[in-house]
C-alpha cells in the first residue's frame, strides 16, 4: 500500500469492469456508495509500527456510526489528473453528449477532496528548525502537485506526548510558525498522540475535523457548477442543464447531504423526460434515466422513504415502458426492462438488510420475478429478430465498455445528430449487435440468478404457490440450458408439493418436461418412477403418450434404451441414447424405485386382517393393488416387510399367475405367517411393500418399494373417505375406502386357566381386606411358571397409589408395602389341579379403587413342527368400595365425671374415648391403649382397656376410660398436647389381623395454682355415727399464705371443729384441718361446704378459692341408715357401699 497508488482506477477494478460489461445494465462507479475522497501521504506502513497503526484505525473496522469517509494511501509521487481549459463562452458549445463516463471514477478515485500530510514531529524535538523546514517543503511541493484544483491540505504531527498547543505556550508558537511556514491555516494542523489505548478515540475526533474540511471542497465546486449556468441556453445546452444537475446531486452525496442530493437528481431527471427521443438517441436517455432513477431509489430508501421510493420506480418504468426504440433491437428493450427491475429489486433488498420492514405483499422478490420475465422475453425476441443474422465483417462494437459517454452507439460515439449520419453504418452496427446478442451473450446464466434470488424471497416471505411456480420456471431455464440434472432436482421438489396438494393439472404438465430431463440425463430410477407416474390416471394425458412411455418402460427392462422424449433436440437424443446404453450395459444392481411420494398407475395398500391376533393363530395380510393403467401389468414377486424381519421370508409371493395386474381393476394377494413367541405383547407394523419387475433373460431388475402399508399419494381416498355412508356408493370399489390396519397387536394363548376372586366388595378403612384367589388348571397340560400380579389398576390417580398398600400374609409385617405384588410365584398345577392365594388389601382413604389381577403361565404347545413353551395371560379386574368403619371422639373430665378444659400442675383427671361403630359389618375392638406425651402419666400400673374384645355393630358406640395424672413440672399457663389414643381393631366376621388406629387426644389449658386442698374422709358413714373429715391444706409456691377458712352449717351433719379459723402455711409446707361429722340423715347427703380464702396481704395469691375447691373437693358422701338388729340385708348394703368412690 505505501507503493505509488496514482490516479488511475486500479487495474483489478479495469479488469472486472471490462469482463462483467453490461451494456444495459450501471457501470460499477454508479452503483459504489459515493463518500469524501480523503488522500493520506507520509504513513510508511510498511516499516513503521506506529503508521501502521494509524492507517488500520482511519481505513479498516468502520462502522456505521462514524463518518461516511473514503481513505486513500498516496504515495509521495502522485500526480492529479489535468484539467480541461476554462470555458470563456458556451455560445458556440454543443454537448455531445449527457453524462461523461470518466467524470463520476474522477471524482470517486482521482481528485481528493482533501490531502492529509503526516509527520512524525514532537514539540520538543531536538531538531525542531530542520524537520520544520522540510515539512514546509513537502506542503508547497503537495500544492504545486494539486495546481489550480481547490483539494483542501492538512497537516496532522504524529507525536509520542499528549501535549497540545492549548496547554503549552512554547507549543502554541511552534505551532503558529509552523502554520506559517506551511502557509496553512490553523484549523489545518493537527496533532496525533500515539496511545494503543486511546488511539481509535483520537482517529474518530480527527476525522470528523477532517470532514468538515473535505466538505467544504465539494460545495465550492457546487458552487461552479452553478456558474456555469449563467452561460447555458435552452436551444442548444439542453444536455448540460441535464448534466450540470446530475453534477450536483452527485456532489451533495460526497458532501453527505442527501436531501439536497435528491433533489437535483429529481430535477435532472426532470430535465431528461423533455428532451426530445429518436432511435438514435433513445438509448443513451435510457441509460442515463437508469442511473438518476437509480440515485434517486437509493436515496429514498436510506432517507427511509421506501414508499418514495416505489413510486419513483413505478414512474420511471411507466414513462419508457411504451419507448421499445428500433424493432430490430427490441431485444434491447427488454433487457434493459430486466436491469431496471433487477437493480431495484438489488436496492430494495439492501433497504431490508438495513433494517426496513418488508410484507408478503411488497418485497424485492416480485421485482427479481419481474426482471426474470423481461429476461425470458429478451432472448425470445433476440432469437426472432436476430435468426438470420450473419456474423459481422468488421468490429464496429470495439471500445463499447470505454466510450465518453454513457449509452452512446460504439460506431457513433459523440454523434449529437438526432437522426444517424450514416445509413449503411448504422445498419451494420444493428446487425453486430444482433450477432453479440445471439452467439455472445448466456442468456440462461441471466435468467437464472434472477430466479433463485425470488425464489428465495418469496421463500423468506412466506409464498410457498409463487415459489413453486418460479421453480418450475427455473427448472425449465435450466433444461433449455442442457443442465438437465438440476432441472430434475428442482422438479422433484415442486412435483411433491403439487402430489400433497393434488394439484393433478399442475403435476401434468410439470411431468411431461421431467421425464424429459430423466431421459436427457439417463436417471434410470427417476425415469421408472416418473414413467409410472405418467401411466396412471391422475396425470391428464393422452392414451397415445402414456402407450409411448409403457414401451419404453419394457424397453428398459429389456435392456434396450428408451426413445427419446418428443421435442428432444437432436444432439440431445445423441448424447442421452449414448449414456443410456453405457448405463445399460453395466448395470448389474437392482434399481429401487421410491413410490411412497409418487402417484403412479399401480396403487398398493397393504393391510393385517384385524388388529389383534393370538400367538397360536396365523397372521393374515391382504395386499390390495389397482392398476389404472390401461393394459395389464406383470410382477415378478411382490413382498411385504414388517418391523419384526424374521416374517420377511414368509410374506412372500412368487408365483406368476397371482401376479398379473389387471387394468382397471383391485387385485388382492393374501399373505399369512405364524407370530414368535418372543413378540407377545409386542405390535407388528407394515414397514413397507416391495414389488420387483423384471423379464427373462434380461440383467435388469426393477424394486418398487412403498413404505408404510403404501402410497399415501395414492391412498389419498381412504384419508378423504366421506363421513357419510351414502357417498362410498360413489366409489367404484373397496381400495377408495378400506382403511388399512398398519399395525397388529400380538396377544397371549387364549388362557384355559380358570380364576375366581373372592372378596367383600366394601372395604374398611385401615383394615387389611383378604382377597381370596382360586386357580383351577383345565389345560391339556401342566401349567408352569405360574405368576400372579395384585394391585392398584395402572390407570389410577396418583393420590390413590399411596393410599393403597397390597401384600401377601407374608409381607404384612413389612415396613415397605406398595400398592402393587409384582410377579408372585406359585409354582405350577397339573392337569386338574387347584390351588388359592390370599392377597390383603388396605385402604387409607375412603373412596372406590379398581384392583387388577394378572395370572400369568406357560404351557408346551406345538409350532411349526417343534414343541415351544406359550406364554398366557388372564386378566381380571375387582372394584372395592371403602368406607369408614367407626368415628372417635375423646373428652377429658374430672374425677367427678364434669367436662374439663384446664387442669392444675399434679391434678388427676379422667381421659375418655367414644367410639362409634358406622361399619356395615361387626368389628372387634381388641385392645387400646394411651400413648402420652411426657408431662403426663397415667395412673395405675395395672390399668386395662375397658373396651378389650368389645363387638360392636353399626350404631353401636363403645366407651372406653383412663385416669392420667398431669406433672407438677408442666409449664403454666400454656396449652399441653396429651399425646394419642391407640386402638386395635379388626373386622369380626374373618381372621384378617388387627390393625391400630392412632387418634389425637384433645389440648387442655395448665393452671398454676399456690394453695392446694386434699380431702380424706370415708368412703361412706352411718346415721348417728361419728364420722372423721380432715381438710390438709398444702402451700406450692414460694410466699408464706395468710388463709381464712369457712365450715358452713349443714342441715344434715351436726359436726365438731373449727368454723372460722386463720391459717398461716409456709412455702412447701401443709396443715391438717379436722373435723368429726355427725350424719343425721340417711343416702347421699350434701356435705358442709368449705370456703377458703386467701388474704390480701399475702402476695402472688388469688383472693378466692372456690372455683379449684368446687372442682377437687367431694361434695356428698353416702350415709347408711342404722341397722335395726342383725339384719343381713343391711350388712350386706353395707358391704357393698363400701366399694364406692366419694362423688
Known amino acids: 500500500m505505501h507503493g505509488q497508488i496514482n490516479i488511475n482506477i486500479p487495474a483489478a477494478v479495469i479488469d472486472n469492469m471490462e469482463d462483467e460489461f453490461d451494456p444495459y445494465g450501471l457501470p460499477p462507479e454508479v452503483t459504489t456508495p459515493p463518500h469524501a475522497l480523503i488522500g493520506m501521504m507520509g504513513l510508511n506502513i510498511t516499516e513503521k509500527a506506529t503508521h501502521k497503526a494509524v492507517w488500520e484505525a482511519f481505513a479498516l473496522n468502520r462502522r456505521t456510526d462514524r463518518t461516511p469517509l473514503h481513505f486513500r494511501l498516496f504515495s509521495n509521487d502522485f500526480q492529479m489528473p489535468p484539467m480541461k481549459p476554462k470555458r470563456q463562452s458556451y455560445e458556440w458549445y454543443v454537448p455531445k453528449g449527457i453524462l461523461k463516463s470518466n467524470w463520476i471514477s474522477k471524482y470517486l478515485y482521482h481528485v481528493p477532496a482533501l490531502v492529509v500530510l503526516f509527520y512524525d514531529l514532537d514539540w520538543n524535538d531536538t531538531s525542531w528548525t530542520d524537520k520544520k523546514n522540510d515539512l514546509a517543503t513537502r506542503v508547497h511541493t503537495l500544492k504545486s502537485v494539486l495546481g489550480s484544483r481547490n483539494s483542501r491540505v492538512a497537516l496532522v504531527l504524529i507525536q509520542s506526548g499528549i501535549s497540545v498547543p492549548g496547554e503549552d505556550t512554547g507549543a502554541a508558537e511552534k505551532a503558529a510558525t509552523l502554520c506559517t511556514a506551511c502557509d496553512l491555516p490553523a484549523k489545518h494542523l493537527f496533532v496525533l498522540p500515539h496511545s494503543d489505548a486511546h488511539l481509535l478515540g483520537y482517529t474518530v475526533r480527527l476525522e470528523n475535523a477532517l470532514s468538515e474540511i473535505a466538505w467544504t471542497f465539494y460545495l465550492g465546486e457546487t458552487k461552479g457548477v452553478r456558474a456555469h449556468r449563467d452561460f447555458l441556453n435552452k436551444t442548444t445546452h439542453t444536455l448540460l442543464f441535464v448534466r450540470h444537475q446530475f453534477k450536483l446531486g452527485f456532489l451533495n452525496e460526497l458532501r453527505n447531504d442527501s436531501q439536497a442530493a435528491i433533489k437535483h437528481y429529481a430535477q435532472c431527471y426532470h430535465l431528461l423526460l423533455d428532451l426530445r427521443s429518436t432511435d438514435t438517441n433513445l438509448h443513451e436517455i435510457r441509460i442515463v434515466a437508469a442511473v438518476v432513477n437509480y440515485k434517486i431509489c437509493r436515496l429514498d430508501f436510506a432517507l427511509n422513504l421506501p414508499r418514495d421510493a416505489i413510486s419513483q420506480f413505478r414512474r420511471h418504468i411507466d414513462l419508457f415502458r411504451q419507448r421499445t426504440g428500433p424493432k430490430e433491437l427490441i431485444f434491447e428493450h427488454y433487457a434493459w426492462l430486466s436491469k431496471q427491475y433487477q437493480i431495484f429489486g438489488d436496492v430494495f433488498e439492501e433497504a431490508v438488510r438495513g433494517g426496513l420492514p418488508a410484507v408478503q405483499t411488497q418485497h424485492p422478490g416480485f421485482y427479481y420475478q419481474q426482471a ?666 414460694v410466699h408464706t399464705a395468710e388463709l381464712a377458712l369457712n365450715m358452713q352449717v349443714s342441715d344434715a351433719f351436726m359436726y365438731a371443729g373449727h368454723k372460722e379459723v386463720r391459717l398461716r402455711v409456709l412455702p412447701g409446707c401443709s396443715e391438717q384441718v379436722t373435723y368429726t361429722l355427725y350424719p343425721l340423715l340417711a343416702g347421699n347427703v350434701h356435705l358442709p361446704k368449705l370456703t377458703l380464702s386467701v388474704e390480701s396481704h399475702s402476695p402472688g395469691q388469688p383472693t378466692s378459692l372456690d372455683a379449684l375447691l368446687a372442682r377437687i373437693l367431694p361434695t356428698h358422701v353416702y350415709i347408711m341408715p342404722q341397722a335395726k338388729g342383725n339384719d343381713p340385708a343391711v350388712a350386706s348394703l353395707s358391704t357393698r357401699v363400701t366399694t364406692m368412690v366419694v362423688s
Open 372 to 1037: 426474470a420475465q423481461y429476461a425470458v422475453l429478451r432472448r425470445k425476441t433476440a432469437l426472432q429478430v436476430c435468426k438470420d443474422v450473419s456474423a459481422p465483417v468488421s468490429d464496429l462494437l470495439e471500445g463499447w465498455s470505454k466510450l465518453e459517454f454513457y449509452g452512446q452507439r460504439p460506431w457513433r460515439p459523440g454523434k449529437r445528430s438526432l437522426e444517424p449520419p450514416e445509413q449503411q453504418r448504422e445498419a451494420e452496427g444493428i446487425m453486430e449487435v444482433q450477432y453479440h446478442e445471439v452467439k455472445e451473450v448466456n442468456h440462461s446464466n441471466t435468467i437464472i440468478p434472477l430466479f433463485s434470488s425470488a425464489i428465495s424471497q418469496f421463500k423468506k416471505y412466506r409464498c410457498p404457490r409463487i415459489k413453486r411456480h418460479l421453480m418450475v420456471q427455473m427448472a425449465e431455464e435450466y433444461h433449455q440450458a442442457n443442465d438437465s440434472s438440476k432441472a430434475l432436482t428442482l422438479l422433484n421438489h415442486v412435483m411433491w408439493d403439487y402430489r400433497s396438494e393434488k394439484w393433478w393439472s399442475l403435476l401434468s404438465s410439470v411431468s411431461a418436461l421431467a421425464l424429459q430431463c430423466a431421459y436427457n440425463t439417463a436417471a434410470i430410477t427417476e425415469y421408472f418412477g416418473l414413467a409410472l407416474e405418467f401411466m396412471g390416471t391422475k396425470l391428464m394425458r393422452s392414451e397415445e403418450d402414456k402407450k409411448r412411455v409403457h414401451d419404453n418402460l419394457l424397453k428398459l427392462l429389456n435392456g434396450q434404451s428408451p426413445d427419446p422424449e418428443p421435442g428432444t433436440p437432436p444432439e440431445v437424443v445423441t448424447v442421452a441414447t449414448e449414456a443410456w446404453s453405457v448405463l445399460l450395459g453395466s448395470q448389474v444392481s437392482p434399481v429401487t424405485v421410491d413410490m411412497t411420494t409418487l402417484v403412479p398407475c399401480l396403487e398398493v395398500r397393504a393391510s393385517f386382517t384385524q388388529s389383534q391376533f393370538h400367538v397360536d393363530q396365523e397372521v393374515g395380510v391382504i395386499v390390495m393393488i389397482r392398476n389404472s393403467y390401461q393394459s395389464a401389468i406383470s410382477l415378478s414377486a411382490l413382498s411385504v416387510t414388517t418391523n419384526s424381519p424374521s416374517y420377511s421370508d414368509r410374506l412372500l409371493e412368487t408365483q406368476p399367475e397371482k401376479l398379473i395386474l389387471s387394468p382397471g381393476k383391485v387385485t388382492e394377494i393374501h399373505l399369512t405367517f405364524l407370530p414368535l413367541v418372543e413378540d407377545v405383547g409386542k405390535k407388528v407394523k407394515v414397514t413397507g411393500v416391495r414389488a420387483q419387475m423384471d423379464v427373462p433373460n434380461s440383467s435388469l431388475v426393477v424394486s418398487l418399494q412403498w413404505s408404510g402399508p403404501g402410497n399415501e399419494g395414492v391412498t389419498m381416498h381412504a384419508a378423504n373417505t366421506p363421513a357419510f355412508p351414502e357417498f362410498s356408493l360413489l366409489y367404484k370399489d373397496k381400495f377408495d375406502i378400506s382403511l388399512p390396519i398398519a399395525e397388529t397387536e400380538i396377544l397371549p394363548r387364549q388362557p384355559r386357566l380358570t380364576v375366581q376372586i373372592e372378596h367383600d366388595n366394601t372395604a374398611l378403612v385401615w383394615e387389611w381386606l383378604p382377597v381370596k384367589v382360586f386357580l383351577k388348571n383345565i389345560e391339556e397340560s401342566l401349567a408352569s411358571d405360574i405368576s400372579l400380579s395384585f394391585g392398584l389398576d395402572p390407570s389410577s390417580h396418583i393420590n390413590l397409589e399411596l393410599a393403597t398398600q397390597v401384600c401377601t400374609s407374608s409381607g404384612l409385617l413389612s415396613d415397605k408395602i406398595g400398592s402393587q405384588v409384582s410377579s408372585f410365584s406359585n409354582g405350577e398345577l397339573g392337569v386338574g389341579e387347584e390351588s388359592a392365594v390370599t392377597f390383603y388389601v388396605k385402604s387409607l382413604t375412603a373412596s372406590e379403587r379398581v384392583l387388577t389381577l394378572k395370572v400369568e403361565y406357560t404351557v408346551p404347545v406345538l409350532s411349526g413342527g417343534s414343541l415351544v413353551h406359550c406364554p398366557c395371560v388372564c386378566e381380571k379386574s375387582i372394584h372395592i368400595q371403602a368406607r369408614i368403619p367407626f368415628q372417635v371422639t375423646v373428652e377429658t373430665q374430672s374425677l367427678k365425671f364434669e367436662k374439663l378444659a384446664r387442669v392444675a400442675a399434679g391434678e388427676s383427671f379422667l381421659v375418655v374415648p367414644k367410639i362409634k361403630c358406622i361399619s356395615h359389618v361387626p368389628i372387634t375392638l381388641t385392645n387400646s391403649s394411651l400413648a402420652l406425651a411426657n408431662e403426663v402419666n397415667q395412673v395405675g400400673t395395672e390399668a386395662k382397656s375397658q373396651v378389650m374384645n368389645t363387638v360392636l355393630s353399626e350404631g353401636e358406640i363403645g366407651v372406653d376410660c383412663f385416669c392420667v395424672l398431669l406433672s407438677k413440672k408442666a409449664t403454666p399457663n400454656s396449652a399441653l398436647t396429651l399425646g394419642q389414643y391407640v386402638l386395635y381393631w379388626k373386622r369380626s366376621d374373618n381372621d384378617s389381623p388387627a390393625v391400630s388406629v392412632s387418634v389425637g387426644l384433645p389440648s387442655l389449658m395448665v393452671e398454676h395454682w399456690g394453695v392446694w386442698v386434699d380431702c380424706e374422709i370415708a368412703p361412706q358413714g352411718t346415721v348417728r355415727t361419728p364420722l372423721a373429715l380432715a381438710y390438709i391444706i398444702s402451700n406450692h409456691g
